[in-house]
């Protein structure tokens, strides 16, 4: 998959393909709302999922809502860039809108776990960048499942079990970060992808400028 260039200072550059990866209740959707609302540069992936929708998430905004037959479709059809079993439902993301999002010069913002994450490095490697976020606790991370309250007992039993084996595969990223304070964590997930655009290797329009300097 190509990324397109982007301008950044006058350099052309490759896209990033950002992924925000964290069990979940780790605060990782508002700290990738915080990016978008900053980043006029970053479009996020919607991806598709099998799972039911829960209260007040939004087809096509949150995911992409399908049947299990639908999915299958896509798979069959190689729609997807990557895609996972996650909490005995599938997910995946589409690949024709992360092309079209490269292609209008934005950066891309990935939800994904450790395997798409995985999956994504394997197919688009030095333009991917992967975020872990950890809980400062699982008794937080706990506590703030019960505090979200749109899942049942058993479901957050079920995510504390599952958290700790996405914790697991924190060595899976580029950097690893602590969520427990959301302000400082967004921070520094802006001062990651500011400085991953600004790489040396991103930076395909240099030569250009290097031999304009030289002449
Ligand atoms: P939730 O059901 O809570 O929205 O998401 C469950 C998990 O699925 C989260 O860890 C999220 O990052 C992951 N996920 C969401 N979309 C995708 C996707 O397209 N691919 C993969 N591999 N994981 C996804």
């Known amino acids: 998959m190509e990324a397109a260039d982007h301008d950044l200072h006058g350099f052309k550059r490759r896209g990033v393909l950002f992924v925000l990866s964290s069990p979940s209740g ?11 609302a900053n980043e006029p540069d970053l479009a996020m992936s919607v991806s598709a999922t099998t799972r039911p ?26 729609e997807f860039l990557e895609w996972a079993h996650v909490f005995g439902h599938r997910y995946g993301t589409p690949k024709a809108q992360v092309e079209a999002m490269l292609g209008a010069s934005k950066d891309v913002l990935f939800d994904i776990d450790w395997q798409g994450a995985q999956q994504l490095f394997q197919i688009a490697g030095g333009d991917v960048v ?14 703030r499942l019960i505090r979200r309250a749109t899942d049942s007992a058993e479901v957050i039993e079920a995510r504390m079990l599952r958290a700790t084996a996405e914790v697991s595969h924190w ?10 304070d959301v302000e400082r964590c967004f921070e520094d997930v802006k001062t990651i992808l500011a400085a991953e ?3 040396r290797s991103r930076q395909t329009g240099v030569i250009g400028f290097i031999r ?3 002449k």
């Not at 992967?130 to 506590?143: A, G, K, Y």
């Open 130 to 143: 992967r975020v872990f976020i950890l809980p400062p606790s699982m008794e937080e991370l706990n506590e």
């Open 26 to 36: 780790a605060g990782k959707s508002t700290i990738a709302r915080k990016l978008l």
């Open 212 to 214: 304009k300097l030289m």
């Open 171 to 180: 060595d899976g990223y580029d950097y690893v970060l602590v969520n427990d």
């Open 53 to 78: 929708i829960r209260p007040g998430e939004v087809d096509g905004k949150d995911y992409h809502f399908v049947s299990l037959d639908k999915f299958r479709d896509m798979v069959a059809a190689n």
């Open 197 to 199: 655009r600004l790489k």
